[in-house]
């Protein structure tokens, strides 16, 4: 079914292996995503998801198997790494904002210090973003002076400042206190609702069952079931599948 | 000040024994003290007027309950008034000690601007571009020292093995002495500079590489999940934020460097070390020569210090709230 | 390719190098019209900083004298007086004019064309000392510059490889020697201090004894000068044309007079000859 229409998929992943020391922590995974495509990547703790995503714009390494995110393979010896993730941005759990910069340096720092973009550009572009994510009024503080679920909304901004072609989000609302998650599930539904190619990992099904096109299960390393989220949601196939959802649904 | 409690602890000063052993030992080594040292009696021209031992024991007595007076007093006020208190006394003491001397102030006075325009300026001088270069060499030998290539590694560990483990007389000597003898001619400054840089360039290795670990990966992801390259990464991301971490080993370095500065002397160079012991010599004035040295030393810490404040501040000030 | 590189460039410092020391030291002194004294201004009245901060004194007088019958400026540098007698100079300086005790361990490293004065070494003791004559000293605790002809004198270990250089003999055996660093410990002041308190007795040249009992400094002069140190000027080795030349300059001095005046300014007597 992947192979139907390779040339439509953004990222590929072919196969791939990844081990940490003797532990395999990634088997024999296989994904495609397409332009325009949301995915949410769930699963239990330990299964590999966040290192699948990390692997997409190599922040991690993958030992077989191949990956490759817009035309380019990814290896050892690849001379294009900072072209690929210019390409590919990424949202982490704990932000990861420059804390020595304010909220404007960060979002103009990558375009321009990477992209050569002249600073007013830079910054009338950063500002847009800004008020993209409801928070144009903060942005000469320093992160240190912003609430949790700010800053993600801040890290979202600067991700979306260097106009990424897909955006990977690895558990964005997990380190957040609990009021402060439904701002920015608000932030990212609306980049889904844009036609942003998404792959979050994150355990909000709730955002998943919204705006998901295919939800992706992970358990032990491997995808163990993939689907459109009504079929996800109503008619798990694998067990691993239906426990997991017992799990986080009962709540 | 360390995390403090809620509750006070009751202070040694507010037990009635400890008071009253602090007086005995007091008054004890003032009478020992009386006895052999000189000063005393300059201090306490009465003595000279044979007391007997009766007198001595009074007066060693007196000088006991002063001190200990003055302790309890001060450890009723607070905070700041207690520091400003000790600081003056101490200081007082400090003088009176080098008035002990018998220094002749005149002479001192007419070799201060010297000491200061010559002396203090090479001093500061040869300092300044030292722990400026020494900081570059730190900075290289941080990234190679933290680098995964073989060979930088074992450069950068061997020469902060090599600098860190000869005396840095012995250096200035062998930069000095020895390089001629390859053929590679170096002045006295330049080789006195290059001494100093290349022994803190070692210690300060270690300095900036622990400034550089102190940054969460997290920081080198997010610059490289934006597709920064490792030498902007470092210069606008990694370095700017362990300047906190690395300013006050780094100020402390400046001020051992201050006083090893004395070591370039050797070659001639007429620093304030220098200057200390050739100015007094036609006079015999040694004593006045080194203890102003020792002053002016000591301002130049003081100075560099505020000057430090100022720096960290700077650096600190995104993390104010 | 690395090393290719390394070693090219080590090469090149190399060839630079013997450029630099190709030419000798006369050609130095007068292609840059610079005679490059280097003197330690830490020995009064030989050298030392005067009032002005200026090099001052016997030796630097002398130095001045020289230059000016090579018909050329003076300048004057102060290396530590180890760098100056360990000779390998490199260029860095032309000449010591520094009342060097010409020794055959120096003459290993140094040349010597010439000695220019003769001072006299003798023993002192403090005011409150029972010592009356040298003989007195035997046995007591003697202190002296490391490193200094006087200490090798008092080890008994003194050898003079100047020509013309005076007889003498050892004539004290100190109880115990305490060597003070010249460049940081003046031993007048450890005498100073008192009788017995760190030395009992020293030993130094009588000029500087006689200018610490001028500045004040409670000591007294024990007998008649031990020995007579000769004292040369030295240059790096390897420049025969520049010996001769300086060993004429001095020569010169000496007949007309010059040095004898010089001597007599700075030391009220005449020590160009041994007496």
């Known amino acids: 079914m992947d192979n139907a229409q390779p040339k439509a998929g953004i990222i590929q992943i072919r196969g791939m292996n990844k081990w940490y020391g003797s532990f395999h922590a990634l088997k024999d995974i296989n994904l495609t995503v397409r332009l325009g495509e949301r995915i949410v990547v769930c699963g239990p703790s330990g299964s590999g998801k966040s290192t699948m995503i990390r692997c997409i714009n190599r922040l991690e390494a993958h030992q077989s198997g191949s990956i490759s995110v817009d035309g380019i393979e990814l290896h050892e010896d690849m001379r294009q790494i900072d072209v690929v993730r210019q390409e ?3 949202v982490f759990q704990h932000f990861n904002l420059f804390p020595h910069l304010t909220v404007l340096e960060n979002l103009t720092a990558g375009p321009m210090w990477v992209k050569n973009t002249p600073r007013t550009e830079a910054e009338a572009n950063a500002r847009t973003y800004l008020k993209r994510v409801n928070i144009l009024e903060q942005a000469d503080k320093y992160p240190g002076q912003l609430s949790g679920g700010q800053q993600q909304r801040v890290a979202i901004a600067r991700s979306l400042c260097m106009e990424p072609k897909v955006l990977l989000f690895d558990e964005p609302t997990s380190a957040l206190d609990p009021e ?11 980049l889904a609702r844009g036609g942003m190619t998404m792959i979050c990992v994150t355990h909000e099904m709730g955002f998943a069952k919204a705006v998901a096109d295919r939800v992706v299960f992970m358990d032990a390393g491997q995808i163990v079931e993939e689907g459109a989220p009504v079929e996800f949601f109503g ?12 799990q986080v649904l009962q709540h | 000040m360390l995390f403090a409690d809620t509750v006070r602890n009751r202070g040694l000063h507010e037990k009635p024994r400890i008071i ?15 006895g052999g040292a000189a000063g005393y009696a300059a201090l306490f021209p009465v003595r000279e007027a044979a007391l007997g031992l009766l007198g001595d024991l009074g007066l060693a007595c007196l000088l006991g309950a002063a001190f200990t007076a003055n302790l309890v007093l001060i450890s009723r006020f607070r905070f700041r008034l207690q520091v400003l208190i000790v600081w003056a006394e101490l200081l007082t003491l400090f003088l009176l000690f080098f008035l002990a001397f018998d220094l002749s102030f005149p002479f001192i006075l007419k070799k201060l601007p010297y000491l200061i325009t010559q002396g203090a300026v090479t001093t500061v001088y040869v300092s300044a571009i030292s722990i400026a270069i020494a900081s570059v060499i730190a900075i290289i030998g941080a990234v190679a020292k933290l680098s995964s290539n073989g060979f930088a590694f074992a450069v950068a560990s061997f020469y902060t093995s090599l600098f860190r483990g000869l005396p840095l007389l012995v250096q200035i000597y062998l930069l000095y002495l020895g390089l001629p003898q390859l053929g590679i001619y170096i002045d006295a400054i330049p080789a006195g500079i290059i001494a100093l840089s290349l022994c803190y360039g070692a210690y300060m290795t270690e300095v900036f590489r622990a400034g550089i670990l102190s940054i969460p990966a997290g920081q080198w992801e997010a610059s490289r999940s934006m597709g920064f390259k490792f030498g902007l990464t470092m210069r606008r991301i990694i370095l700017p934020q362990s300047v906190p971490v690395i300013i006050p080993p780094l100020g402390n370095q400046f001020i051992a460097m201050l006083k090893d ?20 010599n036609k006079e015999f004035r040694h004593l006045e020569m080194l203890i102003t040295v020792a002053v002016i030393y000591w301002v130049l810490t003081i100075l560099f210090e505020l000057v430090q404040a100022r720096i960290e501040a700077y650096f600190q000030k995104h993390r104010k709230r | 390719m690395f090393n290719l590189k390394t070693a090219s460039l080590g090469a090149a410092f190399i060839l630079a190098a013997s450029w630099s020391l190709a030419g000798e030291a006369l050609d130095r002194v007068m292609e840059s019209k610079t005679l490059t004294v280097a003197t330690d201004p830490a020995w009064p009245p030989q050298s030392f900083l005067n009032d ?43 000449i010591s004019v520094g009342s060097m005790t010409p020794t055959p361990a120096r003459a290993e490293v140094l040349q010597f064309p010439a000695i220019y004065y003769y001072v006299p070494a003798s023993a002192a003791v403090h005011n409150d000392s029972d010592a009356k004559t040298i003989a007195d000293l035997n046995g007591r605790k003697i202190g002296v510059s490391a490193g200094s002809t006087w200490e090798e004198y008092l080890k008994h270990e003194l050898v003079i490889s100047a020509i013309g250089a005076p007889e003498f003999e050892y004539q004290i055996t100190p109880g115990e020697l305490q060597s003070f660093d010249a460049s940081a410990f003046n031993v007048v002041d450890q005498l100073r201090i008192g009788d017995g308190v760190r030395i009992e007795g020293m030993v130094d040249s009588l000029s500087a004894l006689n200018n610490a009992i001028a500045e004040g400094y409670p000591i007294r002069v024990v007998g008649d000068p031990l020995f007579y140190e000769p004292l040369a000027v030295a240059i790096d080795l390897g420049d025969e044309a520049f010996n001769g030349k300086v060993a004429g300059i001095i020569a010169g001095m000496k007949a007309d007079g010059t040095l004898k005046g010089l001597s007599e300014k700075w030391y009220g007597t005449d020590y160009t000859s041994t007496k």
């Open chain 1, 88 to 90: 590919v941005g990424m």
């Open chain 2, 261 to 280: 500065s004395s070591l370039v002397s050797v070659l001639g160079i007429w620093e304030l070390m220098f200057l200390a012991r050739t100015l007094g």
């Open chain 1, 235 to 246: 008619n798990p196939r694998s067990r691993r599948t239906r426990d997991f959802l017992s």
């Open chain 3, 52 to 94: 002005n901060q200026e090099m001052d004194g016997f030796d630097v007088d002398v130095a001045r004298e020289i230059a000016r019958r090579l018909g050329v400026g003076v300048e004057f540098v102060t290396p530590d007086w180890s760098l100056i007698t360990g000779g390998r100079w490199a260029g860095r300086w032309d």
């Open chain 2, 20 to 34: 009253l052993a602090l007086f005995v030992l007091s008054s004890l080594l003032a009478w020992w003290a009386g």
């Open chain 1, 180 to 190: 402060m998650v439904s701002e920015v599930l608000d932030v990212m539904t609306g």
